[in-house]
């Protein structure tokens, strides 16, 4: 075990590199980039064992990737924002051909206009592939959870495509002290890949045809939601050998800071949470009582656990570093229907904010609070989803 | 791994769709409008008949004779037309 | 084995759904006869995606992957680095098998990505001319003069007028260490390739003409004749690209282009004034291809 500096980038190649990832087929985008560029210097050195494809484009770099899987090798992309967006035909496709892959998002803002900085919107348009979803706040947690990954995608209950979103620029190039597991270690914690149906000439199968609307399809799509069923508590259970053979504690889908009597819970994705979390601590002196539930795992979205949560809330405040146009903030959304007819109903607003990477502050997050204790007081919502920190 | 036959629930089904039944279920005899009738005084056992059948329909027996298995062949008539001996003639089903 | 001059070991089975006549099955059944057992296949939506039939039935008796349109070169890219890393490409082959329109159009940037970086892929295109499996539209490989649902003649011409993209130069200029055209009226010659093909250690592309009696209307049993013509015409001609050297293996060029015409629906309503500019350009490729062979030769 080792501890190093490093930005969450490296940290996410080391997480590559510890879990033995076979075949890596890749294109650059910033801020992706570091990622591939020290896998490549691992193979090139000799310290990672596997096939770097440079791939002439993303949605051929996830195809190159789901084949590798159906043969055998384990599999490892990295992305971001358009690259992302490019593979959507293709994520759908590892979800439904029920293909292990593990890919690390950049979590980067849409273009036009043209915008490198995070935002969400790319990992939350895909909300619908059928792919497990990670939203990181630390670079350790980025490591970590691709180790994790592969445990949980390889898994023969599970089999779906995991993707772990890293927050452009304030985790992809921000350098943070990062605990290098031994590779012994992960070794034993991550057993050999073997596929569920191989491409072998010895048992010839073909993958993928035709099927009708009386039979099958229907059935097989209906296996995708069974398994994504399977995977919160698969989660824990993996979460449980991950503490006991390294240390670390990782709590599920959701992380609890200061939730315990806090009157307003803000709910929040990705590396901002560091900053709300501080913000919390600052209020919590004076004491008012706020809280934040960090969303670690948004697919499979885990409404049970968030309605416990909070069950004793007045005031959630969603903060989505994205937005589904024509309606509102996807988390937003999902939280509404999660606590539909649930017995305790907390008042709920949305805040955009961060979008294209503006900046989140404690004072952002002060006054977000502030806002939220006004609504408490006037029992009503000023402005349902508001964008804030639009300059009007 | 075992042969995904007599499916009748998602119970039966693979976790993944994957298909190991072969086609031969299937019995593609039924398209056919016109059959080939193989002419045994004109054949000379060449196998071009054999060779040029989309269909894999078209075994050849012991004594190098076609033989048309008529559960799959399609009635393309190709191999009449290569026939180098017009050995093959194209009837019309149903006479 | 051997019959009729070629091996008689099987890897299809009947009972597939092509249509009676299909150039595509014959191209597929020489193919495996000579790659054999230890193959992996990859295939796009084409006709042949629908080929072999539904969940759970298939028609081949080797490994296949069916993969998304754009990426039949990518994903044989992937089987390929995955046997390697594990050890075991060395007896298997990889063989991406997509048609015309998987190839030349959505499918190119793919396939020149596969053949740039040189994985040890076969990648057979079997061209029958248009996208046949959604209903007979235009690609790029269609040919000048051909009708389709997309090129249909209507009171103002209509048809392609347009030349077929030649994919034997592009990949050529990928320095492709080999590439060959086949057609399975020359089954002898078609054989000779793929072994050649499946012995080369790097990528290698095999253009093979595919009948189609239902999209180029024809009466199906005339199918391997209208093969022959097109070679005779010139209108496709068999030669290899290997180590930047060509050498056309039909050298005979004996017959017009409206012999070829005459038999297909699809060029029916050409006047004689585009059939005679269609020969002006057939004879003119064929001498730049001779011309070809000949400097690669010097």
């Not at chain 1, 900053?275 to 409404?303: A, C, N, Y």
């Not at chain 2, 048309?68 to 019309?92: F, L, V």
């Not at chain 3, 298997?92 to 994985?119: C, K, N, P, W």
Request: charged share 25%.
């Amino acid at each position: 075990m080792v501890k190093k500096i490093m930005t969450g980038d490296i940290a996410a190649a080391w997480g590559a590199r510890l879990s033995k990832a076979e075949v890596i087929a890749a294109y650059p985008i910033t801020p992706q980039t570091i990622i591939v560029e020290k896998i490549a210097q691992f193979i090139s050195d000799g310290e990672l064992k596997a096939e770097y494809l440079h791939m002439e484009s993303e949605h051929s770099a996830m195809a190159a990737c789901i084949a590798a899987s159906h043969t055998g090798a384990r599999t490892f992309t990295a992305t971001s924002s358009q690259g992302l967006v490019l593979m959507h035909e293709l994520l759908h496709w590892a979800s439904g051909a029920r293909i292990p892959v593990v890919m690390a998002n950049v979590n980067r803002a849409l273009a036009p206009p043209w915008n490198v900085w995070v935002e969400h919107t790319d990992m939350m348009s895909q909300r619908d592939t059928g792919w497990v979803q990670f939203y990181a706040e630390s670079n350790q947690e980025v490591l970590d959870t691709i180790i994790m990954s592969y445990k949980l995608c390889e898994d023969k209950e599970i089999q779906l495509p995991v993707m772990v979103g890293l927050d452009a620029f304030y985790l992809s190039h921000t350098s943070e002290i990062v605990d290098i597991p031994d590779q012994d270690s992960v070794d034993k914690f991550l057993p050999q890949y073997t596929p569920m149906y191989p491409l072998d000439i010895e048992d010839p199968l073909s993958i993928g045809s035709l099927s009708m609307p009386h039979q099958w399809y229907s059935e097989f799509r209906y296996k995708i939601q069974e398994a994504m069923d399977r995977v919160i508590p698969k989660l824990n259970q993996i979460e449980e050998d991950f503490y006991n053979e390294f240390g670390r504690r990782y709590t599920g889908p959701l992380e609890l800071y200061n939730t315990d009597g806090a009157e307003v819970v803000l709910i929040v994705s990705g590396a901002a949470a560091g900053t709300i979390k501080e913000t919390v601590d600052i209020f919590r002196k004076k004491g008012i009582k706020v809280g934040l539930i960090r969303l670690r795992m948004f697919r499979p979205f885990p409404s049970e656990e968030l309605n416990k949560a909070l069950s004793k809330a007045s005031f959630v405040g969603v903060i989505d570093r994205s937005f589904s146009f024509g309606h509102e903030g996807a988390i937003f959304s999902e939280l509404k229907a999660s606590l539909y007819g649930a017995k305790h109903s907390p008042l709920i607003k949305n805040f955009i904010l961060g979008i294209g990477g503006r900046d989140i502050t404690i004072d952002t997050i002060s006054r977000v609070y502030d806002n939220c204790f006004n609504c408490l007081k006037n029992n009503k919502i000023d402005n349902p989803v508001e964008w804030v920190d639009i300059k009007v | 791994m075992k042969k995904l036959e007599k499916l009748s629930s998602i119970k039966d089904l693979s976790e993944a769709p994957i298909s190991n039944v072969p086609s031969l279920n299937q019995k593609t005899g039924t398209w056919r409008v016109f059959r080939p009738e193989i002419d045994k005084d004109k054949c000379i056992k060449c196998s071009i008949c054999w060779r040029c059948c989309p269909d894999i329909s078209i075994d050849v027996d012991e004594e190098g004779f076609p033989i048309i298995n008529y559960d799959y062949c399609k009635g393309c008539g190709i191999c009449a037309h290569e026939c180098p001996k017009t050995a093959i003639r194209m009837e019309r089903e149903g006479k | 084995m051997k019959r009729a001059g070629i091996p008689t070991e099987e890897f299809i089975y009947s009972g597939h759904t092509a249509c009676p006549g299909c150039g595509a099955m014959l191209v597929a059944r020489y193919l495996l006869k000579v790659l054999g057992k230890n193959t992996i296949m990859n295939i796009p939506a084409c006709c042949f995606a629908a080929i072999p039939g539904t969940f759970p039935d298939t028609c081949l008796g080797i490994p296949l992957l069916y993969n998304a349109f754009e990426t039949t070169a990518a994903t044989a890219s992937g089987i390929e680095a995955a046997l390697k890393i594990k050890g075991k490409k060395e007896k298997i082959t990889v063989v991406g098998f997509a048609g015309d329109g998987g190839t030349a159009d959505i499918g190119i940037q793919a396939l020149s990505g596969a053949i740039e970086r040189g994985h040890e892929i076969m990648y057979v295109c079997y061209d029958n001319e248009a996208y046949m499996n959604t209903g007979m539209q235009t690609s790029s490989l269609t040919p000048m003069g051909a009708t389709t649902t997309t090129n249909p003649v209507g009171k103002h011409g209509g048809w392609k007028t347009r030349k077929k993209k030649n994919m034997m130069e592009i990949v050529a200029a990928h320095n492709i260490p080999y590439a060959a055209t086949v057609n399975p009226s020359y089954p002898m010659d078609f054989i000779k390739k793929i072994e050649k093909a499946k012995s080369i250690k790097g990528p290698s592309y095999i253009h093979a003409y595919s009948v189609c009696p239902t999209g180029w209307r024809y009466q199906p049993e005339i199918g391997l004749e209208i093969g022959r013509l097109a070679t005779e015409t010139g209108i496709f001609p068999l030669y290899e690209f290997e180590n930047d050297t060509y050498t056309i293996n039909y050298k005979k060029k004996t017959k017009q282009v409206i012999e070829y015409y005459k038999l297909q629906g699809r060029f029916r309503h050409l006047p004689e004034d585009f059939v005679k500019e269609v020969q002006r350009v057939i004879d003119k490729e064929w001498q730049r291809l001779q011309d070809k062979e000949e400097c690669s030769h010097r």
